[in-house]
């Protein structure tokens, strides 16, 4: 089992800055790529960012150029600084890990909300 807490959402004006954090506890061995996912209401949660246990890196493409995803392999934590927002940014984020294959299970965090609004 893996436990994922996150922190730092909030409210911000579009063109600021946020960074979330998220701390991985538990089975932190298994755990083979981290990242974060959004959600908008009634719609799926997509793909943000993630880095694999290797350190690679991916982001959708709407927040490529603005997120940067790091982690502090000494604290299990994954960082997710995102800068010049916009208001479609406003979203749920969710931290997500992933075991390795031949079985990978999904870990997910309680989810942080975001919202760009002047």
């Known amino acids: 089992q893996i436990q994922l807490v996150e922190s730092g959402g909030g409210l911000v004006q579009p063109g600021g800055s946020l960074r979330l954090s998220c701390a991985a506890s538990g089975d932190i061995f298994s755990i083979n790529a981290m990242g974060w996912y959004r959600q908008a209401p009634g719609n799926q949660r997509v793909l943000v960012a993630v880095?694999?246990?290797?350190?690679?890196?991916t982001y959708a493409d709407s927040v490529k150029g603005r997120f940067t995803l790091s982690r502090d392999n000494a604290r299990n934590t994954v960082y997710l600084q995102m800068n010049s927002l916009k208001p479609e940014d406003t979203n749920v984020y969710y931290c997500?890990?992933?075991?390795?294959?031949?079985?990978?299970?999904?870990?997910w965090g309680q989810g942080t909300k975001v919202t760009v609004s002047s």
């Open positions: 997500n890990s992933k075991t390795a294959p031949p079985v990978v299970y999904d870990y």
């Open positions: 880095i694999t246990r290797a350190g690679t890196t």
